[in-house]
């Protein structure tokens, strides 16, 4: 018999349209995003929102995508080194609030969650070295073919991850929006077509932010 994890309320550090997410109740390191109840879902009037209410298993369909991007990535990169520019993913764990994802946790030395691209543009907190780190992780999503349908400023976190014997390099770490969840997978048809999937969506997160895209050196700046 499995015991589910209890998430106390308080445990509860962000939600979004399709889950929630919880503090690990027991390991710092990790986090547990939760897919929220029918009843909890916001009445959008978007594509996704209509798709969500008229085909609920959409809903599982976008986790099971991220889930595969995942499996797809790590499976080509066994080396004990790759740095992935995505967050690591745990499995599944029963919880009092519904079926839980385990997701590593990205955090600040003291041991708070990092903070989102979008919280340090709404709070001009954003810096030329935390641009720097941006650029790393989009130069390798480039370089890894990383799928990534939702690539908005909330998903990505500055911050340390776990490796095993402590806190690693600050980094700026893609935590959600992973994997082709399109209705129609373009990107997952041939590497040229996700590399520019890659770029349009670099391009949609540079006016979320003020930040200038430049599609000839994958970069950002100011």
Request: hydrophobic share 35%; proline share 7%; net charge positive.
């Amino acid at each position: 018999m499995t015991h589910a994890l209890f998430l106390p309320p308080s445990n509860l550090v962000a939600s979004g349209v399709q889950r929630d997410v919880y503090l690990h109740p027991t390991d710092p390191t990790k986090l547990i995003k939760v897919l929220k109840p029918d009843r909890d879902q916001p009445r959008r009037k978007t594509f996704n929102g209509l798709m969500d209410r008229w085909f609920p298993s959409t809903r599982i369909r976008q986790i099971r995508k991220e889930y595969m991007e995942y499996l797809r990535v790590m499976l080509r990169h066994p080396e004990p080194g790759f740095h992935a520019p995505m967050s690591h993913m745990f499995g599944f764990v029963s919880t009092n609030a519904g079926l839980g994802c385990l997701t590593e946790r990205v955090m600040t030395p003291d041991g708070n969650l990092g903070e989102t691209l979008g919280r340090k543009v709404k709070n001009g907190t954003l810096t030329d070295d935390h641009i720097a780190l941006l650029n790393d992780t989009i130069a390798r999503l480039f370089q890894h073919g990383v799928r990534a349908g939702d690539m908005n400023p909330n998903n990505f976190v500055f911050g340390q991850r776990d490796n095993g014997s402590g806190l690693g390099p600050k980094e700026c770490v893609l935590v959600d929006g992973f994997g082709d969840i399109h209705a129609i997978p373009v990107r997952s048809m041939a590497s040229w077509s996700n590399r520019l999937g890659l770029a349009d969506s670099c391009k949609r997160l540079a006016r979320n932010t003020g930040l200038i895209w430049d599609p000839k050196t994958l970069r950002f700046s100011r």
